[in-house]
């Protein structure tokens, strides 16, 4: 149990363009999703915490604009790069945690790189 | 200061050996602490969890909590090759709630390689 996908694996897009990545949670109700960047040799920095029906809560730093996150149902939350920069390459990986509880249960991560 | 340290290794034990895994922290109001494996290029897969002070052992795996240090320890028994990965600890305080599930902050992952 406790499985997350995320979808796709790998992307290569070019400078300016969007890239969505989508993250599920297919044996369970995920009622909060987040969404973190993970850098070569670093580890995991939040970005961002969504609720299933409300607005994400972005870390200090995230912008929002840049970032966009929905959260439509209790399965399924979108990231979407908004005119992707190289520096925005990075490994983004997804958590699911349902009902308060505090285990995170993480997808298999989205290596994105920008040309 | 960090508030979560952990060694960055890289840490090279042969198999068979006992592996020690440790973290620190200096924030008293984490009361859930995590160790997640992740190998190259993979998400976080979650190996122990507990709460408050204490052990908790799962197979080859025993998690040690010591608040009134603020350390935690991950001990793996008789590693295996299959066990070279990225061990990262992970925790939360209560109270620190999203709407449905707490904020966790990960120590910076200590690299493990067992060799033959």
């Known amino acids: 149990g406790a499985v997350v996908s995320q979808h796709p694996s790998w992307v290569i897009c070019k400078s300016g363009t969007s890239v969505k990545i989508e993250c599920r949670s297919l044996d369970f109700q995920a009622t909060t999703m987040f969404w973190y960047r993970q850098f070569p040799k670093q580890s995991l920095m939040l970005m961002a915490t969504s609720n299933e029906g409300s607005k994400a809560t972005y870390e200090q730093g995230v912008e929002k604009d840049k970032f966009l996150i929905n959260h439509a149902s209790l399965t399924l939350s979108t990231l979407t790069v908004t005119s992707a920069h190289p520096e925005d390459s990075s490994f983004y990986i997804c958590?699911?945690?349902?009902?308060?509880?505090?285990?995170?249960?993480f997808g298999p991560g989205t290596r994105l790189l920008v040309l | 200061q960090k508030e979560v340290e952990q060694d960055p290794g890289p840490l090279s034990v042969p198999e068979g050996a006992i592996v020690s895994l440790n973290c620190t922290y200096s924030n008293s109001a984490f009361q859930y602490f995590m160790w997640y494996r992740q190998y190259s290029r993979k998400g976080p897969e979650l190996l122990m969890y507990t709460y408050s002070s204490g052990n908790k052992e799962d197979g080859r795996f025993t998690a040690q909590v010591d608040k009134s240090s603020k350390y935690i320890s991950l001990f793996i028994r008789d590693s295996q090759p299959s066990d070279s990965a990225t061990y990262l600890c992970a925790m939360s305080a209560s109270g620190e709630l999203t709407g449905g599930g707490n904020k966790l902050t990960f120590g910076t992952g200590t690299q493990l390689k067992v060799e033959l």
């Open positions: 958590s699911a945690t349902s009902g308060g509880g505090e285990t995170q249960y």
